[in-house]
């Protein structure tokens, strides 16, 4: 149902949307910035005030589909704006083994699940070095020894541009939530149905329709002990930004 606050004037009344864009819930925002998108220049320009205004916060899902409409616009000041103002992207690209993560977050900027996880184990195999990448996979205990800002960097990639679906914290959310059980873990996040394990890669779910925590798969062809020790990570007890 669409809130009322979104009809509170003409639908080419950019204040109309303005207003609720700053000062409205997730619900509202979320509404609001498909329709400042077909708004053209003038929709384009609140968006870009908007993250303005929100820069020096740590970005969140609605500041990543604000920037996800300026990224793939082809308005010359969108592109413009971008450069000058976000140049690495909405999420700081921290890293603490000189990762490049900038190839991950463009092709989460696009909506590329499938591309984007498989760079996701790319990068995690690059921060455990030359052995790992040639395997491209990881052992349990180089895992442990993962950078927390570089799983943090990740991370907050994956939930900026998922509307915060995806993203091992989230993942982590339901894990604990569901006391540690792995056989009710697989089916909830969509990667088990029955005794049926999800066949990749065209059973899974490429985009935003797919379970809460379905991505990124990561190690889920690589046994629980891999994935117990991701998401017991001390990364998640350092309040990584979101």
């Not at 000041?77 to 890293?95: D, N, T």
């Not at 490049?100 to 092709?107: A, G, R």
């Not at 329709?209 to 190690?219: D, F, T």
């Amino acid at each position: 149902m669409t809130d009322p606050m979104i009809l509170s004037g003409p639908a080419n009344d950019i204040d109309s949307l303005r207003r609720p864009l700053i000062a409205g819930s997730e619900k509202v925002q979320q509404q609001i910035i498909p329709q400042l998108a077909e708004l053209g220049n003038e929709g384009l320009a609140v968006l870009m005030e908007f993250l303005l205004k929100r820069r020096d916060n740590p970005a969140t899902w609605v500041d990543g589909k604000a920037y996800q409409v300026l990224y793939n616009s082809d308005a010359p000041q969108a592109k413009e704006f971008l450069r000058s103002c976000f140049p690495e992207g909405i999420v700081p690209l921290k890293s603490e083994c000189e990762i490049n993560y900038n190839s991950l977050q463009q092709l989460l900027a696009v909506q590329d699940f499938q591309a984007a996880d498989r760079v996701t184990i790319e990068k995690m195999c690059e921060l455990s070095g030359p052995t790992a990448v040639q395997r491209k996979w990881l052992y349990f205990t180089e895992v442990e020894n993962t950078s927390a800002a570089d799983l943090q960097t990740i991370n907050n990639l994956w939930l900026v541009h998922s509307e915060g679906k995806f993203g091992f914290s989230v993942q982590r959310e339901i894990w604990l939530s569901l006391g540690k059980n792995w056989e009710n873990f697989w089916p909830k996040i969509g990667w088990k149905e029955g005794n049926n394990w999800t066949r990749y890669p065209n059973a899974f779910t490429w985009d935003l329709s797919a379970p809460r925590g379905h991505l990124p798969l990561s190690n889920q062809l690589r046994g629980v002990r891999v994935f117990a020790s991701l998401l017991s990570h001390p990364a998640w007890s350092k309040n990584p930004e979101k």
